[in-house]
């Protein structure tokens, strides 16, 4: 199976599955990741595991008539 990452992406689905199943502390999950306890945290927040879009969501050029 062939996995789209973004380039900087620091974890694998794989990785972030178990982050979300873990219940030890993030500081915990962080070492032993090699990521920092901010990236745990948002992983467990989430309800997926994949990469969501990096795409602008607005325009960030004034349109003229």
Known sequence: ???SLHKQATTTPKVRAAIQASTEP???????YGISEQTVWK???RDS???RSHTA???QTTLTP
């Open 57 to 59: 969501r607005r325009l």
């Open 26 to 32: 993030a500081w915990v999950v962080a070492e032993r």
């Open 1 to 3: 199976m062939l996995i």
């Open 43 to 45: 992983w467990r927040k």
């Open 49 to 51: 595991v994949q990469d």
